[in-house]
Nanobody, 124 residues
Framework: QSQLVESGGGLVQPGGSLRLSCEAS????????MAWFRQAPGKDREFVAA????????YYADSVKGRFTISGDHAKGTVDLEMNHLKPDDTAVYYC?????????????????WGQGTQVTVSS
């Protein structure tokens, strides 16, 4: 099972930007999917964005469309999340995830490996 390590979280003012990065320790099969989820205090973990390497398709939660951009390099096993126009509601711990046979990109249970999480706080 791959180990995932996230970086790039921090404190930012509303309207600001942050870039999160994730690196996998093992090569991922081409059919795999990498994604970002987030979990705010007292709330369930929710889907943010995903990328399918085989089809090079991208998926976003409605709440982040137009503000967040997922990108990555399959050969390097890295995936980034560029976050712009951040809002206080974006405050959460952000997790990187990887799955070999993901049927539904938004379903956390379909992913096999998870990072430890990185805190993003949007506050003035």
């Amino acid at each position: 099972q791959s180990q995932l390590v996230e970086s790039g979280g921090g404190l930012v003012q509303p309207g600001g930007s942050l870039r999160l990065s994730c690196e996998a320790s093992k090569y991922a099969v081409e059919r795999s999917t990498m994604a970002w989820f987030r979990q705010a205090p007292g709330k369930d973990r929710e889907f943010v964005a995903a990328i399918r390497w085989l089809t090079h398709k991208f998926y976003y939660a409605d709440s982040v469309k137009g503000r967040f951009t997922i990108s990555g390099d399959h050969a390097k096993g890295t995936v980034d999340l560029e976050m712009n126009h951040l809002k206080p509601d974006d405050t959460a711990v952000y997790y990187c995830a990887q799955g070999d046979l993901v049927i539904a990109e938004t379903a956390a249970s379909h992913y096999d490996a998870w990072g430890q999480g990185t805190q993003v706080t949007v506050s003035s």
